[in-house]
Antibody, heavy 119, light 112 residues
Framework: EVQLVESGGGLVQPGASLRLSCAAS????????MTWVRQAPGKGLEWVSV???????DYADSVKGRFTISRHESKNTLYLEMKGLRPDDTAIYYC?????????????WGQGTRVTVSS | QSVLTQPPSVSAAPGQTVSISCSGS????????VSWYQHLPGTAPKLLIY???KRPSGIPDRFSASKSDTSATLGIAGLQTGDEADYYC?????????????FGGGTKLTVL
């Protein structure tokens, strides 16, 4: 059974850093592309970042230059390193396993970890 | 405001059928596949549809979807109270400036 468990969220001040983790089981994080998606309070889902199997990565413009996605293969864990956090980064962050058939889609999701950026 | 436009809310009675639209453009829905997700805030989003109209195993055939030109539609038949949730469309945007994934703004379904 595929399972994704996020952790690492919390309350931080503006400008602080935080590292989110997403522990995967039931598949290998290096075998599929992995993404982070967030939901700000009262808002919809927003794609944040992707890490492909070939180690290429991409980011939404809103986080480019501040967030870094990575994975640890032996721990089977995905990470999101967040620096220079701003109040508008406040959100629940979800990791998901990406799959490809004819098109791309996000097959499995975690329960999310909450990040609050406030002074 | 999202590039993919969904109605903010829809409602219907139990047993009825509801449709949720997702309108985009030639750079996203017009040339890429659409997937749909059900989400109760604070819980894990759930894949309902991929490749415009395919259901993953375990998703009942009450859920269906289609795509035409630059719009996609999710249909839910035989509404149940357990279907109350937010629904999102997702597709890839091929704009040269910022290629990435786009979610629709989301539609809150109320089962009256």
């Amino acid at each position: 059974e595929v399972q994704l468990v996020e952790s690492g969220g919390g309350l931080v001040q503006p400008g602080a850093s935080l590292r989110l983790s997403c522990a995967a089981s039931g598949f290998r994080v290096n075998a599929d592309y992995m993404t982070w998606v967030r939901q700000a309070p009262g808002k919809g889902l927003e794609w944040v970042s992707v890490l492909y199997t070939d180690n290429n990565r991409d980011y939404a413009d809103s986080v480019k230059g501040r967030f870094t996605i990575s994975r640890h293969e032996s721990k089977n864990t995905l990470y999101l390193e967040m620096k220079g956090l701003r109040p508008d980064d406040t959100a629940i962050y979800y990791c998901s396993r990406g799959r490809t058939a004819m098109g791309y889609y996000f097959e499995s999701w975690g329960q999310g970890t909450r990040v609050t950026v406030s002074s | 405001q999202s590039v993919l436009t969904q109605p903010p809310s829809v409602s219907a009675a139990p047993g009825q059928t509801v449709s949720i639209s997702c309108s985009g453009s030639n750079s996203n829905i017009g040339r890429n596949y659409v997937s749909w997700y059900q989400h109760l805030p604070g819980t894990a989003p759930k894949l309902l549809i991929y490749d415009n109209n395919k259901r993953p195993s375990g998703i009942p055939d009450r859920f269906s979807a289609s795509k035409s030109d630059t719009s996609a539609t999710l249909g839910i038949a035989g509404l149940q109270t357990g279907d109350e949730a937010d629904y999102y469309c997702l597709t890839w945007d091929s704009s040269l400036s910022t290629p990435n994934w786009l979610f629709g703004g989301g539609t809150k379904l109320t089962v009256l």
